[in-house]
């Protein structure tokens, strides 16, 4: 996430936008590029639309969309893992149930660029940044730097952020990079202490005010934009947390509020809303194909390739 300057990520989503409109078909721009989706953990969206995107684009694609086919569980490390990568592939986009997966896989010579297609508790950057492409699309006026404070949102994250890595990238890249969007946070959670120190740390760095609560009914209806999740990673194995704080069209949400997921969703997620201008969820599943092709054009140093 600090990787990535505002600057950059509003290039990223402008070219991301020019795109999906067609006012670019780079349809040959990464010829002779292999890109390698490296996946320890179930994946639909991520791994499917980095697939897309790389194919969109003319690159080729080799897979591992499951860690048990490959040697790593016959026991090799991922570092030994990263030394082969780099002859078989130009870019890996890597996803791992370890926080420190990214660490252990460049820790000897891994030396082609690696995407961090979600590591553990950790971070899922490229899911932040679909996620904040679909809600700039969707609400414009929020691109503006100099957006009057009643025009900024309220944002209520209903989960816990230190263990879900969408949620926790969402709100760091909102902390870190879209202040100015924001007017304040609420973290709706059954976890007392939902925030770990670095995304406090970037709230009070942002100086924005944020509360921590167990109670969605007396927040809910006052939420411009509501980020839920349920599933989280524990070890190797998913977990649900926070589901009772179900959203549905039963709830009382602001008129204009948008109700975004990273999905998979449980039943935290009511299927009623999907036909309502509340939904943002499925914009954040299409835009990510657009957002991650332009990120891997980027990354390969390939902008200027028609
Ligand atoms: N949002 C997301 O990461 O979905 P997948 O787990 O299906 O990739």
């Known amino acids: 996430m600090r990787e990535l300057t505002r600057a950059q990520l509003v290039a990223l989503f402008a070219l991301a936008s020019d795109l999906e409109a067609g006012r670019r078909r780079p349809a040959r721009a990464l010829q002779g590029i292999v890109v390698l989706t490296a996946f320890f953990e179930p994946s639909t969206r991520t791994r499917l639309s980095f697939e897309s995107a ?20 016959k026991g090799e490390s991922l570092a030994d893992t990263g030394v082969m990568l780099n002859s078989y592939a130009d870019i890996v986009v890597l996803r791992h149930p370890a926080d420190t997966s990214l660490d252990e896989i460049r820790a000897t010579r891994l030396n082609i660029p690696l995407i961090n297609g979600g590591n553990g508790c950790g971070e899922h950057p490229t899911q ?35 263990r879900m890595r969408a949620l926790r990238s969402f709100l760091l890249m909102g902390a870190l990079h879209f202040p100015h969007v ?64 179900r959203i549905d069209g039963d709830t009382p949400l602001k008129p204009g509020a948008l109700v975004m997921h990273p999905l998979a969703r449980l039943d935290e997620l009511g299927t009623d809303l999907d036909h309502t201008s509340h939904n943002l969820y499925f914009d954040q599943a299409e835009g990510a194909v657009f957002v991650r092709q332009a990120l891997l054009l980027a990354v390969a140093g390939r902008l200027d390739r028609e």
């Open 128 to 162: 932040a940044m679909a996620d904040w492409y679909a809600l700039l699309k969707r609400r414009t006026e929020l691109r503006r730097t100099d957006l009057p404070p009643e025009q900024r949102i309220s944002l209520g994250v209903i989960g816990t952020p230190r």
């Open 54 to 73: 790389a194919h969109r684009l003319g690159a080729a694609v080799i897979s591992m969309p499951d860690g048990r086919v490959s040697s790593v569980h």
């Open 182 to 245: 924001l007017r304040d946070v609420t973290v709706v959670s059954e976890d007392p202490r939902p925030l770990d120190a670095e995304l406090e740390a970037a709230l009070r760095g942002a100086s924005l005010p944020a509360v921590c609560t167990p109670e969605l009914q007396r927040h809910v209806s006052r939420f411009d934009v509501v980020y839920q999740n349920s599933l989280t990673l524990v070890g190797n194995e998913y977990e649900v947390f926070d589901a009772a704080f």
